[in-house]
């Protein structure tokens, strides 16, 4: 089995703003790969250079072998692309849209016309295939983009935030897509959601300040970190006197305690003891982005 | 797989082309207008005595147009759509990405052309030679101004800018410069500044060939070297500082 694999890898821009610090890890190149991370975070730093379209500054990276750098026109052969800020072409339809990527691709016109077709009614865009993008929703024209690299032969697509403006319906169907792409190529995608991280990845990576803070599937992530039980109580809760771990109270009084597995057992029997309400569970992935990236965390998900 | 060439370069006509000018017919109407606006004054101004500078005129600023006009759109379609991104990171080929945007602006143009075409038949009636003579000029044209487009493309990172530095360019290289009348009508010491425009030179070229001007065989070459050294350098400029993927 392939394997995303990245050393060391470093960007800096105009030589001096860093965007990515010795960022190392690797993951299997098949499934699911979220990449989450605050704004600002080298998301799509790291995405667009993966993805050869940067120069990386130092380190290596490669995809099943095939390094970013020196054999990029190897990889452009695998790969496909939706970035973050792309905007559908307003003068085009869906299948337009879809149909002239294919055709840069290097597909027949036939093949193009066919694919385009397929991958817009696998989406759920046949009904819009035909409308001009302008008069789309933008949930739909985010569709429509993410339709022209599922459409490609890439085993390896790169999907920068694309569900950023999606309702949550629309949202939770789109996972669904992705599932059903995911099962023959390699999706790697970046988001802002950490619910969609955690519903969809085979394996999450999470980027703090230009550094990978962690990577692997959500299990061995969890497995790795210093509190992974969280006890949440109601407001007006009293906790015991004594807790190990960290302690969270929230706006309306309610707290969270993330703890060990031992302190976790011990302070539900305490509380049980006591009569008090509380709830006991393995760390979310909310919970580990916070531990790792910070408390302010939490305020920028909800944005 | 086999990748198509053909399909690449009709990508880019369809998009940059073909599907505007189907779905915005208004975009059509403009790019044929602009030509003929210059051409229609001119004539009047001058009693028909200069139509034929005029309709040779229009089909210089229309070549330059698609040049120029080629910097916008390579723009617009980076910056805004972020489409070239897509296709750095696919198999499409920059050289083959840039041609077929260049063609587009052709085809783009070619409602005009024809007109203008048919119009230098009526009005200049030049032999086949001339009018070989002519395309050949119209062609360099053409590419001087892709070049020029695809170096002014390379520094631009905003797209407002990027389309009023193209409406500059046309202005400043088909309007002013004695492209719609001969260089003759220009007062003698503004004469020389009008050789810094490669069209001064495209339109001498055009006009000598259909009888228009009247040059030395001596100095119609030099016309051609110019034209043709300008291009060069332009183009060698333009490929030093192209990038396809970013720094």
Redesign the interface.
Known sequence: MGELVCESLGKLYGGKTKALDSVSFSVPSSGIFALIGRNGAGKTTLV?IL?????LTSGRASIDGIDVMRQ?KVL??R?????Q?????S??TPV?TV???L???????SE?RKRASETLSKLGLEKNAHT?NHDLSGGTKRKVLAA??LA???EIV?LDEPTTGLDPISRKEFWEILRVFAKDRFIFLTTHYLEEAEEVADNIGILGQGKLVAAGSLQSIRDRMKYPYSIKLPSGATLPSKVTGEVIVGKRGETQVLTNEDEAFAISRRLSEGGQRFSISPVTLDDIFFQLVGETARDDEGD | MKRSISSQLAAAILVNAVYEMRNYPIVLITTVLSPLSFLIVIAFVSRGSLLGQAVEGGLIMSMFQAGTALQGDLSHLKNDFKLQDMLVSSPASPTIYTMGIALSEVIYVSPALLILAALTQIYVHPSAFEGFEILLALLLMFLTSIAMGFMFATFSKDIVQSFAFSRLLTLLFTTITPVYYPITLIPLPYRYLAYLSPTTYAAEIVQNASGLLSMTGGRALIDWAVLAGFTVVVLVVSARNARWRER
């Open positions: 667009r993805a050869t379209e940067l120069e990029e452009r052969e790969i496909a692309i939706v970035p800020e792309a905007r559908t072409v003068w085009m337009q149909l002239a990527y055709l840069w691709r290097g597909f027949g016109y193009a001009m022209t690299a490609s032969e890439a790169f």
